[in-house]
């Protein structure tokens, strides 16, 4: 009873959620793992976790994980962590892992709840690609740049030019002044 309603939960999930056995066997997958990373669900259960991972990250996760079921101690339980994944197709993609360490029976289980962050990704890399962009056209333009804080009514602006081979950073603010129309 309790297993389908877990499933139940489980498979509602966007994230990949992953269980895997003190071997690093994989024992249960969600079906967003399949999707996420290409395998049929047969293809996973029974398979190490490595499976899912970039090469250069195998026998680091190996030693880390053998060194978690020796001492019962991981810097990552509880915590979420960017790292790569690997998809049956081979081609890796960034994701999200929060995971966690449970017993039954004596035995010693681990979660993770893997998202996708592909997506994110990329649109934090146009926003640094765009910021530097503006960055070498204000440079080469030899002008600044300044923004308008709508609440305090307050605009800010940065200017950066040379003096006598010194670079002079300026911060310079000033009140708006509100503007009315009659109707």
């Known amino acids: 009873e309790r297993e389908k309603h877990f499933s139940a939960i489980a498979d509602t999930a966007n994230d990949a959620i992953i269980t895997a056995d003190s071997d690093g ?25 490595a499976i899912l991972m970039p090469e250069r990250h195998i026998s680091k996760h190996e030693k880390a994980f053998k060194n978690v079921i020796e ?30 360490k449970w017993e039954l029976n004596e035995g010693i289980y681990f979660t993770g709840m893997i998202r996708d962050i592909s997506s994110r990704k990329f649109i934090e890399n146009e926003l640094i690609e765009n910021r530097n962009s503006l960055i070498e056209a204000q440079s080469i333009a030899k002008m600044g740049n300044w923004q308008w804080d709508v609440r305090s009514n307050t605009v800010i602006i940065y200017m ?17 002044c509100t503007l009315r129309t009659k109707n």
């Open 25 to 49: 066997n994989i024992i249960y997958i969600n079906s967003s793992t399949s999707g996420m990373f290409g395998y049929d669900q047969q293809e996973l259960l029974g398979s190490p976790l």
């Open 71 to 100: 001492t019962g101690i991981s810097r990552l339980l509880g915590k979420t962590i960017e790292l790569s994944g690997r998809r049956k197709d081979g081609t890796e993609f960034p994701l999200e892992l929060s995971l966690a």
């Open 160 to 176: 950066k030019f040379r003096q006598q081979n010194l670079i002079i950073h300026m911060k310079v603010f000033f009140q708006c």
